[in-house]
């Protein structure tokens, strides 16, 4: 993806937010917290940050006319390169602001763009952020994002003004978006047949909030070697690596992008089919950061895990960093979250998930009995793939197994194996 020359050479920045009645103050200071998080990702140096109370938005200049000035003044003072505002701005109020403070303005949704943009590694992720810029641009190419000049040809629209100028970006930049679309359809179809070759194995997803030790976990977990980094959306792929050598069936788990309180609709809409690792999930770790609003935080994850059609899939609600509360910090969580697992990802202190998630199938499988002519005794390796071979004994009408498994693989099998080729198949009594 191409970068923005605007962050080149950490450029100071000027924060600007609107505290509008629904909001407490609170509320505010952890959105320009994050926001300030989000400018320090991408290398900027945040010097102030400003905080109008409005009834709503300024129409034209999103903040009203008299802040104007106070704003100009601060520009001055620390020598601010651009500024960003926490609310999405309007195509509108974005270019008003523009000419009137003679500084690029970017918004919280452009800046989640960016970084999205910078630390998109594979070529699925390059093609979605591209989308999700492309799809963003669309309706603001009256002259916004004009300073955002890029490198090697970046967005690929030109500079001029003029309304037949602006069709002519336009036209070009919808077909560049059917071609992404048609790419990623592409990339979609690819990965879709790797799925069907593993799906006889348990899928546990890593889901969360941005920076809640995902990467971590799964390296604990898995003995991987994924980035971990302290800035933002640092992994945007997913990856999936196989929980436990001995467990059968198999018990893959993936890490995957992470979420961000009004995450543009763009990415959820372009990262479709990466948050497709979630969907397909039987279970969801979903890893909160104790030291970091952990209730809000909750509540985003979830709030976007029903956007994505997923908030249904089992969850098991993971507290990790707990090295960063006192123990009565803990005693609190712990009372207020009783079903939760509390673990310290960076000292690899993980036993206590790896059991959680074991012990969640375990409690879901069931064990079957099954006698299986000996013409069929070839399709054995499949049942060793999609099912626990508790017991196999060769008999004279045939071999006997006592297979244990979640009920939908056994469902598999049952459909799968030659045409009803198990002789018998019953579900044991429960003791
Ligand atoms: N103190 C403390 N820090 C941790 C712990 N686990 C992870 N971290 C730190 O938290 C930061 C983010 O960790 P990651 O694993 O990259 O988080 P992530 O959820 O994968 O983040 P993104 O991929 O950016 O969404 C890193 O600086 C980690 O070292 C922990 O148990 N305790
Ligand atoms: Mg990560």
Request: glycine share 4%; net charge neutral.
């Amino acid at each position: 993806m191409h970068e923005t020359l605007l962050f080149r050479n950490s450029p100071n920045v000027l924060l600007l937010a609107l505290h509008l009645p629904e909001k407490s103050r609170l509320d505010i200071d952890h959105s320009l917290q994050e926001l300030q998080a989000l400018s320090y990702s991408l290398g900027a140096v945040v010097c102030d940050a400003l905080v109008q109370q409005r009834d709503q938005p300024h129409p034209a200049f999103f903040f009203g006319k008299g802040k104007l000035g106070q704003i100009k003044d601060l520009i001055h003072k620390h020598s601010i390169s651009f500024l960003i505002t926490d609310g999405q701005l309007s195509p509108k109020q974005a270019q008003n602001l523009e000419k009137s403070l003679h500084k690029p303005v970017l918004d919280r949704t452009q800046l989640i763009l960016e970084i999205f943009g910078r630390n998109a590694r594979t070529r699925e992720a390059k093609l979605q952020i591209e989308l999700a810029q492309s799809e963003y641009l669309l309706p603001r190419l009256l002259g916004m994002w004009k300073h955002l000049d890029r490198e090697r040809g970046g967005i690929g629209v030109s500079r001029g003004t003029g309304e037949k100028q602006i069709e002519k970006d336009r036209q070009i930049l919808r077909r560049k978006i059917a071609h992404l679309k048609e790419d990623l359809q592409r990339v979609d179809r690819e990965r879709n047949n790797q799925k069907k070759r593993r799906s006889s194995c348990l899928q546990v997803s890593l889901v969360g909030y941005t920076n809640a030790g995902k990467s971590t976990i799964m390296n604990a977990l898995t003995n991987a070697d994924l980035l971990v980094e302290n800035k933002l959306f640092a992994t945007l792929d997913s990856t999936t690596r196989l929980l436990e050598e001995e467990s059968r069936p198999k018990i893959l788990l993936s890490d995957t992008v992470g979420f961000i309180r009004n995450l543009p609709h763009e990415l959820v809409a372009s990262f479709h089919s990466t948050l497709e690792t979630i969907r397909d999930a039987d279970l969801l770790l979903h890893v909160v950061d104790v030291g970091a609003e952990p209730e809000e935080h909750i509540k985003t994850t979830l709030a976007v895990l029903d956007e994505i059609q997923a908030v249904g899939i089992p969850k098991i609600l993971v507290f990790n960093k707990t090295d960063q509360l006192d123990l009565l910090e803990q005693a609190i969580l712990r009372r207020s979250y009783p079903e939760a697992v509390f673990i310290t990802a960076a000292k690899g202190e993980v036993t206590e998930l790896q059991e959680a998630i074991v012990n969640f199938f375990e409690r879901r499988m069931e064990t079957v009995q099954v006698l299986l002519d000996y013409q069929h005794s070839r399709r054995l390796a499949e049942i060793y793939e999609w099912s626990r071979v508790n017991k196999i004994d060769y008999r004279e009408e045939g071999i006997f197994l006592e297979l244990t498994s979640i009920p939908s693989n056994l469902k598999h099998l049952r459909h799968h194996l030659p045409e009803a080729q198990f002789e018998q198949i019953q579900l044991t009594l429960p003791n």
